[in-house]
């Protein structure tokens, strides 16, 4: 069992900057990869970023490409999620999930990912 807690969601301006973190705990953190996910009102949950279990390798949206970054400290069981220049179109709650097969060849997909977390509101004003 892993278990997954989002922080650092909240209501900023279009522009502004959020970090938000997940903390995992239950296994050995270094053993799985990590992504994020956002839902918005309406919508289907997508694909955001995703780190490799050394945090060596991340990939991300096209849509956020630029503006989000993705990293891991392993000593802290802990994943963030720097977002930077901010866009009304990027309200949304925000999921963290830990994948912990051996490969990461549909990373964009959902069902990919073996554990969630419970999401963090970020709501971008224009």
């Known amino acids: 069992q892993v278990q997954l807690v989002e922080s650092g969601g909240g209501l900023v301006q279009a522009g502004g900057s959020l970090r938000l973190t997940c903390a995992a705990s239950?296994?050995?953190?270094?053993?799985?990869?990590m992504g994020w996910f956002r839902q918005a009102p309406g919508k289907e949950r997508e694909f955001v970023a995703r780190?490799?279990?050394?945090?060596?390798?991340?990939y991300y949206a096209d849509s956020v490409k630029g503006r989000f970054t993705i990293s891991r400290d392993n000593r802290k069981n802990t994943v963030y999620l720097q977002i930077d220049s901010l866009k009304p179109e990027d309200t949304a709650v925000y999921y963290c999930?830990?994948?912990?097969?051996?490969?990461?060849?549909?990373?964009?997909?959902?069902?990919?990912?073996?554990?969630w977390g419970q999401g963090t509101q970020v709501t971008v004003s224009s």
């Open positions: 780190i490799s279990r050394s945090g060596n390798m991340a």
């Open positions: 239950g296994r050995t953190f270094s053993l799985y990869a």
């Open positions: 999930a830990a994948d912990l097969g051996p490969s990461g060849s549909y990373y964009w997909k959902v069902d990919q990912y073996d554990y």
